[in-house]
């Protein structure tokens, strides 16, 4: 027998996950196999369910309009930068502290730990407000 010939296509058989009815023969531990009528049935849902999001952008969640988030964030902003102006060198110092505890030379670790601290929140800041700045992308409806 020549094992190159290519089988008859009536004696191959579908997989069981591609079976429409249920199949007996599925191993144990293998799950049932998708129920198509259900799954196409989801999808129309859920592809109905993000038109009517796209038709409701005009509001956030909870009935704010769009505007009032927008505000909201900016002051979650605005109120970020001084809590960086504090945190940044607070944070470069205490490293610093840590620097000096472990090898000595004061006052110098301190120092450079909080112009470090300084360095990097003024750079925060740099970042966020040229985000806040930065024309928006178009909308991409899908």
Do not use: H
């Amino acid at each position: 027998m020549n094992t190159d010939d290519p089988k008859d296509p009536s004696e191959t058989q579908a997989p069981w996950w591609a079976s429409d009815g249920p199949n007996e023969d599925l191993p144990d531990g293998y799950p049932e196999p998708p129920d198509l009528s259900k799954v196409k049935a989801l999808r129309s849902k859920l592809k109905q369910d993000r038109a009517n999001r796209r038709k409701s952008r005009d509001t956030l969640p909870g009935r704010l309009p769009i505007k009032s988030g927008k505000q909201v964030r900016e002051i979650g902003a605005m109120t970020l930068i001084p809590t960086l102006m504090i945190a940044g060198p607070a944070v470069g110092y205490g490293l610093g502290m840590l620097v000096n505890r472990q090898f000595g030379g004061s006052p110098w670790p301190e120092v450079g730990g909080l112009l470090f601290g300084l360095v990097a929140a003024f750079r925060q800041i740099f970042l966020i407000l040229n985000k806040k700045n930065a024309p928006n992308p178009p909308e991409n409806p899908e």
